[in-house]
C-alpha cells in the first residue's frame, strides 16, 4: 500500500501490513523520547 512519505518520518512510499502494523508503536516511542525529560 502507499502512502505519502511527507506525512511523518516512519512512512515509506510502500509499507507492508507488519510495518502498518509497527508503525504506531515507533511513532508513540518517537514523540515519547521527544518529550521525556533526562536528569541533569
Sequence with gaps: ???P???DPF???FMTLGDLYRFP???F???R????????
Design 1 to 3: 500500500m502507499h502512502y
Design 5 to 7: 512519505t511527507r506525512w
Design 11 to 13: 512512512f515509506q512510499d
Design 25 to 27: 508503536v515507533r511513532h
Design 29 to 31: 516511542g518517537f514523540h
Design 33 to 40: 523520547r521527544q518529550l521525556t525529560l533526562t536528569r541533569a
